[in-house]
């Protein structure tokens, strides 16, 4: 079946150390994005990538970075977790922009002791 | 603006409908959304409403959609235990942004 794939689903890491989330999609989409989700919030978007295209949200903290090899994966590296980062990491992919819909992997739920 | 409001919780007996509010900001919204999250899986898509349209109808889901007052409702028919889940609302930015809501965490007793 055609889906969206994350790895790990639990990520443990230690303050400061940097991490990295992997996203793999068999859809064949153009656009994958990533999104955080704190504990009873709304997911919130990070950035995206249409195709090799990246766009990242104004209000994203630099820590975090994407990197797009090719169009089946997508990895989010956070460079020195914070605290304030353990959160639930969605990877969506569309297959274009506009009236598409997004279809969201299961999520990584990140740790950060 | 962006904020999407939901109330947080619905408790529903089996058999009864549900219905889901929201309330959006951003009045030049295209699309609205509702999407389900069960237990350690991903958002998946429930239905959608262009805004344009007033209601719309997929089997057991109703979304009804009040410009004027930038309501949006999702109606669950017999309602089941399977229908327990987060509920997300959401309204397109643009061409590629959401903004969802917090999500209404709705349980379905016996």
């Known amino acids: 079946d055609a889906m969206v794939i994350q790895n790990p689903r639990y990520q443990v890491t230690q303050f400061g150390k940097p991490v990295t989330l992997s996203c793999s999609q068999t859809l064949n989409h153009n656009v994958m994005y990533w999104y955080q989700q704190k504990s009873s919030q709304a997911p919130k978007l990070l950035f995206h990538y249409y195709d090799k295209d990246f766009n990242n949200e104004a209000d994203t903290p630099d820590n975090f970075q994407s990197r797009r090899p090719n169009t089946s994966f997508c990895f989010l590296d956070i460079r020195s977790p914070g605290l304030g980062d353990a959160a639930m990491y969605l990877c969506?992919?569309?297959?274009?922009?506009?009236?598409?819909?997004?279809?969201f992997g299961p999520g990584t739920r990140l740790t950060v002791t | 603006g962006e904020d999407v409001e939901q109330s947080l919780f619905l408790s529903v007996r089996e058999g009864d409908s549900s219905v889901i509010n929201c309330t959006y900001t951003d009045s030049s919204s295209t699309y609205l959304y509702w999407y389900k999250q069960e237990p350690g899986a991903g958002l998946q898509l429930l239905t959608y409403?262009?805004?344009?349209?007033d209601m719309k109808q997929d089997q057991r889901l109703t979304v009804l959609l009040n410009k004027k007052d930038k309501h949006l409702s999702l109606r669950i028919a017999d309602t089941q235990t399977g229908d327990s889940a987060i509920y997300f609302c959401?309204?397109?930015?643009?061409?590629?942004?959401?903004?969802f809501g917090a999500g209404t965490t709705v349980t379905v007793r016996a």
């Open positions: 959401a309204e397109s930015i643009n061409d590629y942004k959401l903004s």
């Open positions: 969506a992919t569309s297959r274009g922009r506009g009236r598409y819909e997004q279809y």
């Open positions: 409403i262009f805004s344009n349209m």
